[in-house]
């Protein structure tokens, strides 16, 4: 089954960084989107940021979309040689504390809003912490 791989997590301090990353390791098609959501244990997958990485969305390869909790702090990117998905965070607080993953959708409306049940391929997830 195809999966996805996440990297880059760890503790941090409230006001630093992290840079998250995904790996697609034998995928050589990921379909309209890829996304970065996260979870805390006991509630619902949050979708935090998505990005076109096919012609079929209506909007341009690369378009970037952000939920309202870390816009201006959180950045999408991809890079499509490498076919790795990043997420860089900065002035992380204590609510970003959660488990992160990253998602493929080979679902055209995909970019907005950003909703699990859109997204078919999935990583193990890998763990940040953010301290006061």
């Known amino acids: 089954q195809a999966r996805l791989v996440e990297s880059g997590g760890g503790s941090v301090q409230a006001g630093g960084s992290l840079r998250l990353s995904c790996a697609a390791p034998?995928?050589?098609?990921?379909?309209?989107?890829m996304a970065w959501f996260r979870q805390v244990s006991g509630k619902e997958r949050e979708g935090l940021a998505a990005?076109?990485?096919?012609?079929?969305?209506?909007?341009?390869?690369?378009?970037?979309s952000y939920a309202d909790p870390v816009q201006g702090r959180f950045t999408i990117s991809r890079d499509n040689a490498q076919n790795t998905l990043t997420l860089q965070m900065n002035n992380l607080i204590p609510e970003d504390t959660a488990m992160y993953y990253c998602a493929a959708s080979a679902r055209r409306d995909c970019l907005q809003p950003i909703i699990s049940s859109k997204y078919n391929i999935w990583g193990q997830g890998t763990q940040v912490t953010v301290s006061t």
């Open positions: 034998g995928l050589s098609y990921v379909g309209y989107c």
């Open positions: 990005i076109t990485t096919q012609v079929g969305t209506g909007r341009p390869i690369g378009t970037e």
